[in-house]
């Protein structure tokens, strides 16, 4: 009985093997693809993905929707394991597309913490560091969204 279903199990695969051997559209080519293009994108797409979007009120206060993420922005885990947690940005690892933020660590088996990498997708910006250059960007984000929307804009 084992032997029987055993041959059934590798004649499904042998045929499943065969599927994607002969249609060269099927969606594991365009997942490879995918995966080559999100390792050989330049930096300065990667800044552009590592975007996080405001809570409301900032939203209302600056007119812009998101933002690229820096280190000492304070952020909200709104998505995964640590839903919830507050925390200051640590560190941005645009390479690895990871964020580390200030109370998310784990312990080694040594005792050694260490930090735990997160998704952009999974934060949510509370409080950001506004500096002369964050400023400029925030100006010309809003004055761009409002030029699209036919309004116009005016420095608050």
């Given at each position: 009985?084992?032997?029987?279903?055993?041959?059934?199990?590798?004649?499904?695969?042998?045929?499943?093997?065969k599927i994607?051997n002969?249609?060269?559209n099927?969606?594991?080519?365009?997942k490879?693809k995918?995966?080559?293009?999100?390792?050989?994108?330049?930096f300065?797409f990667?800044?552009?993905?590592?975007?996080l979007?405001?809570?409301?009120?900032f939203?209302?206060?600056?007119?812009?929707?998101?933002?690229?993420i820096?280190?000492?922005?304070?952020?909200?885990?709104?998505r995964?394991?640590?839903?919830?947690?507050?925390?200051k940005?640590?560190?941005v690892y645009?390479?690895?597309?990871?964020v580390?933020v200030?109370?998310?660590?784990?312990?080694?088996?040594?005792?050694?913490?260490?930090?735990?990498p997160?998704?952009?997708?999974?934060?949510?910006i509370?409080?950001?560091?506004?500096?002369?250059?964050?400023?400029?960007?925030?100006?010309?984000?809003?004055a761009?969204?409002?030029?699209q929307k036919?309004?116009?804009?005016?420095v608050?």
């Amino acid at each position: 009985m084992k032997t029987h279903v055993g041959n059934i199990f590798c004649f499904f695969k042998k045929q499943r093997n065969k599927i994607l051997n002969l249609n060269k559209n099927r969606s594991y080519i365009i997942k490879k693809k995918t995966k080559k293009s999100s390792f050989c994108i330049s930096f300065s797409f990667k800044i552009i993905i590592n975007v996080l979007s405001f809570i409301c009120r900032f939203k209302k206060k600056y007119n812009v929707r998101s933002l690229p993420i820096r280190k000492d922005d304070e952020v909200v885990i709104v998505r995964g394991k640590f839903k919830g947690n507050k925390g200051k940005v640590t560190q941005v690892y645009r390479k690895k597309w990871a964020v580390h933020v200030e109370k998310i660590s784990k312990n080694k088996l040594n005792g050694a913490p260490y930090q735990i990498p997160l998704s952009a997708s999974q934060l949510v910006i509370t409080k950001i560091k506004l500096d002369k250059c964050r400023e400029d960007l925030l100006k010309r984000k809003a004055a761009g969204i409002a030029k699209q929307k036919g309004q116009k804009y005016t420095v608050a």
